[in-house]
């Protein structure tokens, strides 16, 4: 994993192949957003799997409340050493916030340490098919979604960003207990049409509550 600066902007590749770019995080802030605004818990508790480059949770950390605890489980020390130096400002420097604790490792075994969550956000990789990390397809498969199901609080939201729609993914979670609703999201950055997609869950009642973002960043949404 390398990083790379391209005037103002930093991409971040693995094997010479982009994995994130600092130009493009809409769809980040938007999986941040839908998952957290409208807690109504005064201290709720979240967990993102994913550091990247600190875009989901500063978004998370601007719709959460002052009371809330938030981990952030990343798995490659120089990520977060980069969001505590060349990064940082990108962000807006999250990693200083007093609500943020850092750990780590991998997010599965970081969600094994605790439970009672009311978020658990996963920005893991390209989504629930692996890029970086074969073994990051056990956070999605049949026991993985049963592990985070029990890792959350009775109404909590799994949050999963994802480069693409992966109707086989909507499907185990319906099979491990989870309504779904999934939403179709600008990438973001200038002249860029891509779209990513964004799954909603909640143990056995439909996600509608979660609240939407302005038709010009998301103007697809199914519920499964």
């Excluded at 391209?6 to 769809?27: K, P, Q, T, W």
């Excluded at 480059?53 to 990520?79: C, H, I, K, N, Q």
């Excluded at 980069?82 to 609500?99: C, F, S, Y």
């Amino acid at each position: 994993m390398t990083l790379r600066r391209c005037g103002r902007d930093y991409v971040i590749e693995v094997n010479d192949v982009e994995l994130m770019a600092s130009d493009r995080h809409d769809s980040e802030e938007s999986l941040a957003r839908m998952a957290c605004e409208g807690l109504k818990a005064s201290e709720p508790r979240v967990l993102i799997g994913g550091l990247g480059m600190g875009f989901t949770l500063r978004a998370a950390l601007d719709a959460l409340p002052s009371g809330a605890e938030v981990v952030v489980a990343e798995l490659v020390p120089a990520v977060v050493a980069w969001n505590r130096t060349v990064l940082g400002h990108l962000a807006k420097h999250p990693l200083h916030d007093p609500r943020v604790r850092v750990a780590e490792g991998d997010v599965a075994r970081v969600m094994m340490e605790s439970s009672g969550y009311h978020v658990i956000m996963l920005d893991v990789d390209n989504g629930p098919s692996a890029f970086t990390q074969d073994s990051n397809n056990g956070l999605y498969d049949s026991l993985g979604l049963e592990t985070i199901k029990s890792r959350l609080l009775p109404g909590g939201v799994l949050a999963v960003w994802s480069s693409d729609p992966d109707r086989l993914f909507e499907i185990r979670l319906a099979e491990a207990g989870f309504s779904c609703d999934t939403v179709s999201v600008k990438a973001g950055g200038k002249g860029n049409r891509a779209r990513h997609t964004l799954f909603f869950a909640r143990v056995g009642s439909s996600s509608q509550s979660l609240r939407t973002d302005s038709a010009s960043t998301l103007d697809q949404r199914r519920a499964v």
